[in-house]
């Protein structure tokens, strides 16, 4: 019977999933209710918030599907240069950001504009997924650049924190900016990060 059960909560899980995303692209975030999405699901509306808290949590979730539930795995030669360094990063960021930045722009302008410039609990509870992501650059570009330090004896000594921080400021910017412009095609967004971040490594990290 539990094992019954287990997979009842799966298909529902995933049937809320599925339909959330399919309306969500058809409709937009602010257009849909959750009483649509619950009765495309089959579910109660009551039901759907015992797997979802909140609009923007199922958002996240349904949106930008499995982006904080997958962990990066670093690779890294015996030996190192500025290159090899710098597309790691990129790789880094590469694999946390494509799924957000697949989704359709105008879309994820509409959900930024809602989650952030409210104080709602549906917002606070939307911003942590993003942070999540946020977390998850920050903790694999720390851990990439504390293993260089470690490993590596042509690496100088440098403030890691403080190196993290600089570069995640230009990985903000720079999606921020692709985000909000029409014209920007992914690839440009990964060559203009690839180049600020190759500015701040450049002759900081490397004997």
């Known amino acids: 019977m539990a094992g019954l059960r287990e997979t009842k909560k799966k298909n529902t899980r995933k049937a809320i999933l599925e339909y959330a995303e399919k309306i969500f692209k058809e409709k937009?975030?602010?257009k849909?209710?959750?009483s649509e999405i619950a009765k495309g699901a089959n579910i109660a509306e009551g039901t759907l918030f015992n797997y979802f808290s909140t609009k923007g949590e199922l958002f996240v979730q349904a949106v930008f599907v499995d982006f904080n539930l997958q962990t990066y795995q670093?690779?890294?030669p015996q030996q190192v240069d500025e290159n090899i360094l710098v597309g790691e990063m990129v790789s880094i960021i590469d694999f946390y950001i494509?799924?957000?930045a697949?989704?359709?722009k105008k879309l994820v302008r509409e959900y930024f504009s809602i989650v952030f410039s409210t104080e709602s609990s549906e917002a606070l509870v939307a911003r942590k997924s993003i942070?999540?992501?946020?977390e998850m650059i920050i903790?694999?570009?720390k851990q990439l650049l504390s293993q260089l330090k470690n490993?590596?004896?042509i690496i100088k000594e440098f403030d890691v924190d403080l190196a993290v921080e600089i570069i995640y400021g230009c990985v903000i910017k720079q999606f921020m900016n692709y985000i909000y412009s029409d014209n920007w095609e992914y690839f440009e967004l990964i060559e203009e990060m690839k180049k600020e971040i190759q500015f701040v490594m450049h002759g900081n990290m490397l004997l």
């Open 28 to 30: 937009g975030y602010s």
């Open 131 to 134: 942070f999540h992501m946020d």
């Open 102 to 104: 697949s989704v359709d």
């Open 151 to 153: 490993e590596y004896e």
């Open 98 to 100: 494509k799924k957000m």
């Open 74 to 76: 670093i690779r890294l």
């Open 139 to 141: 903790q694999d570009s």
């Open 32 to 34: 849909v209710k959750t």
